[in-house]
């Protein structure tokens, strides 16, 4: 059942960054940023979207979207947020001076380039990867593009992977 294996899946994702004891309220929060993404990108890997025209725009899997992959990265970073002042309080704001009040700036830097990050790694490559499927489509219509739309799913797969260990482990630096 696939509903089990992508929770069964997820849940080990969270549990090997998150730790027995911490893991388990986080698991429906990772596996819907797991699920998203990896429909999204599938969507935009199986279908050639930018081929078909319509007259207000253009098709694409959601996640081609910069708009969408940042309120992905905000909503990671709105949640290790939550998760650390729930667990913490006010004393969590306290990890911004450790280990000397020097290092502020760049701990404050590092929470924005935090989410900048996880929304232009993911946009980068599945927009690289639908350019190339289109491109390819266009000048070599039928064979040739399905080896890189077959690299696209996986690179799609990896993707989702990547944004939700990333997310989980976000989190386990805010928890800990």
Same mark, same amino acid.
């Given at each position: ?23 388990? /309220?986080? =698991?429906?929060?990772? *596996? *819907? ?18 081929? @078909? ?18 309120? @992905?990265?905000?909503?990671?970073? =709105? ?5 650390? @002042? *729930?667990?913490?309080?006010? &004393? ?6 450790? /280990? ?12 924005? *380039? ?7 790694? @993911? ?28 690299? &696209? ?24």
């Amino acid at each position: 059942n696939f509903q089990e294996m992508a929770l069964g899946f997820t849940s080990d994702i969270a549990k090997n960054n998150l730790g027995e004891s911490f893991y388990r /309220p986080w =698991v429906p929060f990772i *596996t *819907t940023i797991f699920l998203f993404i990896f429909v999204s990108n599938w969507s935009g890997a199986i279908v050639p979207w930018k081929l @078909l025209e319509i007259p207000a725009g253009e098709l694409a899997a959601p996640t081609n979207n910069i708009n969408t992959t940042v309120a @992905l990265s905000l909503l990671t970073s =709105v949640a290790y947020f939550g998760g650390g @002042l *729930t667990k913490k309080g006010l &004393g969590y704001f306290a990890r911004y001076v450790k /280990p000397t009040p020097i290092l502020l700036p760049i701990n404050i830097l590092e929470d924005f *380039t935090k989410p900048l990050s996880l929304s232009f790694r @993911l946009f980068g490559n599945v927009l690289a990867d639908e350019l190339t499927v289109a491109v390819l489509t266009f000048l070599v219509p039928f064979v040739i593009p399905l080896p890189i739309m077959a690299l &696209g799913i996986f690179a799609g797969s990896i993707q989702a992977l990547i944004f939700s260990t990333l997310a989980s482990a976000y989190i386990h630096e805010a928890l800990e």
